[in-house]
């Protein structure tokens, strides 16, 4: 299914929705980002702002995008705060921000909807000030392999999202073309995974 048209459609219950990646991805960002403070922060692919209401607490100024208005609906109610702001954008087109802006810049579960990593790491490249990072978290794509993707419930059928595998050379090369460095990798399974592939894979990518 069209991806703007399934996220407007999904906004109603992604946020009540058993969802283990979308958890899983909640405690990973906060381990990796608690006790850091950031003056400017752009947030990609915000969703519901279930991420944002972090980044709230760790910026002086954050700015987040997304291309579904209904989404982005939520997620204003979510988060309030006056240093917050929303904006939708799709981020396949060029980022509407200035040259080395953002201090961090974050990005969960949002790149298995986008087919051109080499734009996004391009952009992120351009925006970030020197010394900032890039922080990555997405679908392991050892899970894509089996079959998981973006679903959600509507009545009894199960509607997919289209998305895109990405491998995790992928990323990686993505990010050397653009003169972003690996800080940090790691491989994350849910408590309820063992056994089974991992459920994320998760950069943070540096800009020298
Ligand atoms: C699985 S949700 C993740 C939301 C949030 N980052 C989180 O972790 O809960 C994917 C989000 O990416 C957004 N998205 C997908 N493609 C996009 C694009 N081209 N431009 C902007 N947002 C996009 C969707 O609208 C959706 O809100």
Redesign the pocket.
Known sequence: MN??DA?NEWSQL?DSNVNRT?DL??EVTRLLLKGQRFPSIL??????G??TEFLATLGDAVLA????EK?LAKARQKVTASHVRFEQ????QPWNCADDSFDLITC???LE??ENLDHIFAQAARTLRSGGQFLLNELHPFKQYGGTK?RFERGAEIVEVDVFIHHISEFIHAAEKNGLKVLKFDEVWHAEDAGKPPRLASFVFGKD
């Open positions: 991806i703007q996220y992604y979308r991805d909640a947030e990609i692919g915000c969703g519901t279930k991420n995008f997304d291309f579904s989404m954008a799709d981020i396949t969960n579960l949002v909807h986008i973006a």
